[in-house]
């Protein structure tokens, strides 16, 4: 299957910064990224939907000032969550599909983000 | 999007057939059924898809009835590698592919 990386895989920041998360897809343009968020012993939740060149499109509930989303090529995609607090403390996940229709999406290996 | 409906946990023993089946009562016509696996601190891993009838890779084989109301992941004589969770979506071909997870079914191989 296609590869998606994120980076970093592990942070850990202090309350009040803002932490960058990359997706990146590795062996395909992915016209369309998705951001999503785990917490322990939980389903995944989809933060917001990404396409390039255009605005991120928020889940309810999702504040679109605090995680920034920036999709900005074919191949990459940024989350900042700004002003970090110990309740954002969880694992985030993106995946990446190109096409339309019936592509499959791919995900990367998440990131654990810990604000002290 | 359809919900889906699957058992939230399966025990099974190391060379058995394990069969997940997931019910989605409302799926639409244009609507295709995908399948994840998770391992805890990774992100989730594609296993297969499928839109009606059978579906079969390498990894797993997919049964889709003619109504499409459910749908049943197979696999074949499953190893400890493969204790993880299972996710059964239901995707809208004209959704832009958004996904919405389940809780999915927590399978367990027991030597």
């Known amino acids: 299957g296609a590869v998606v990386s994120q980076h970093p895989s592990r942070v850990i920041c202090k309350s009040g910064t803002s932490v960058k998360i990359e997706c990146r897809s590795l062996?395909?343009?992915?016209?369309?990224m998705f951001w999503y968020r785990q917490f322990p012993k939980q389903s995944l939740m989809l933060m917001a939907t990404?396409?390039?060149?255009?605005?991120?499109?928020?889940e309810q509930g999702v504040e679109k000032d605090k995680f920034l989303i920036n999709h900005a090529s074919l191949t990459l995609s940024t989350l900042t969550v700004t002003s970090a607090h110990p309740e954002d403390s969880s694992f985030y996940i993106c995946?990446?599909?190109?096409?339309?229709?019936?592509?499959?999406?791919?995900f990367g290996p998440g990131t654990r983000l810990l604000v002290l | 999007l359809a919900k889906t409906t699957q058992p939230i946990s399966m025990d099974s023993y190391e060379g058995q057939e394990v069969n997940i089946t997931c019910s989605h009562n409302?799926?639409?016509?244009?609507?295709?059924i995908t399948w994840y696996q998770q391992f805890p601190s990774q992100g989730p891993r594609f296993i297969i898809q499928?839109?009606?009838t059978k579906v079969t890779n390498e990894v797993a084989s997919l049964f889709i009835p003619a109504d499409r109301k459910s749908s049943t992941l197979s696999l074949p004589r499953v190893s400890l590698s493969d204790t993880a969770v299972y996710y059964c979506?239901?995707?809208?071909?004209?959704?832009?592919?958004?996904?919405?997870f389940g809780q999915g079914t927590e399978l367990s191989v027991k030597p």
């Open positions: 995946s990446a599909r190109g096409g339309t229709g019936r592509e499959t999406q791919y």
């Open positions: 990404s396409n390039e060149g255009s605005k991120a499109t928020y």
């Open positions: 062996d395909f343009q992915a016209t369309t």
């Open positions: 409302n799926i639409a016509t244009n609507d295709y």
């Open positions: 979506l239901v995707v809208g071909y004209n959704q832009g592919g958004k996904l919405i």
């Open positions: 499928g839109y009606k």
